[in-house]
């Protein structure tokens, strides 16, 4: 089956600097790679996704960048604020037509004013 | 638009009863929904995909006679903790896929929390 592993688990950046959270997958025949935000309690909110046929999308100052051939995918945050403060999970679909989503095991991001 | 409802949001009972968890798309209809549990800290691990009109497919590992899937409606999909124990103490969260075609995108509902006495 698929393997999502996310790195780092912790990451502490000062409020205006970036972050970068790396995760790989395990099946090539995944082609859907959400990312998701999650406050604590709360539920998990996608905030961008990409599809296997681009290699970077990007909405304001969230950018996600995907290489087919490592089976890596990225997401970066940039200008951090202290409200991105959460924990980011990656997803990856198992093959075309697939309904499930595996997750990595999250990273929690701090953004210290 | 894409809004998923869950309730309750947060469940205590004693051990030996059973917890039903509703999840409602509001706005769209959702031919399949999924439920994941997620562990203090924890990632979340998907335990069944639902489809209206049809059997739960469980995930390996997920006792189908425990957790109880039923999708009756395009709008509604329930989980039933059977006989819960302690150790089914959890967050539950059930989301819903807003199409019919490949990579569309999950919507999260809120989560139950179920602690279990």
């Known amino acids: 089956g698929e393997n999502v592993e996310q790195h780092p688990s912790t990451l502490s950046v000062q409020e205006g600097d970036s972050a970068v959270i790396k995760c790989t997958y395990s099946d090539s025949a995944s082609n859907y790679f959400p990312w998701y935000k999650q406050e604590l309690g709360k539920r998990p909110q996608l905030i961008i996704d990409?599809?296997?046929?681009?290699g970077e999308k990007k909405d304001q100052r969230i950018a996600v960048t995907l290489n087919k051939t490592a089976k890596h995918f990225s997401l970066h945050i940039t200008e951090t604020q202290p409200e991105d403060s959460a924990v980011y999970f990656c997803a990856a679909t198992v093959g075309w037509g697939a309904n499930n989503l595996f997750f990595g095991t999250g990273t929690r991001l701090t953004v210290i004013p | 638009g894409a809004v998923v409802s869950q309730h309750p949001s947060r469940v205590i009972c004693k051990s030996g009863t059973s917890v039903k968890i509703e999840c409602r798309s509001l706005d769209f209809q959702a031919t399949t929904m999924f439920w994941y549990r997620q562990f203090p800290k924890q990632s979340l691990m998907l335990m069944a995909t639902s489809n209206e009109g049809s059997k739960a497919t469980y995930e390996q590992g997920v006792e189908k006679d425990k957790f109880l899937i039923n999708h009756a409606s395009l709008t509604l999909s329930t989980l039933t903790v059977t006989s819960a124990h302690p150790e089914d103490s959890s967050f539950y969260i059930c989301?819903?896929?807003?199409?019919?075609?490949?990579?569309?995108?999950?919507?999260f509902g809120d989560g139950t929390r179920l602690s279990i006495l």
């Open positions: 989301s819903a896929r807003t199409g019919t075609g490949v990579n569309q995108p999950q919507h």
């Open positions: 990409i599809r296997s046929n681009v």
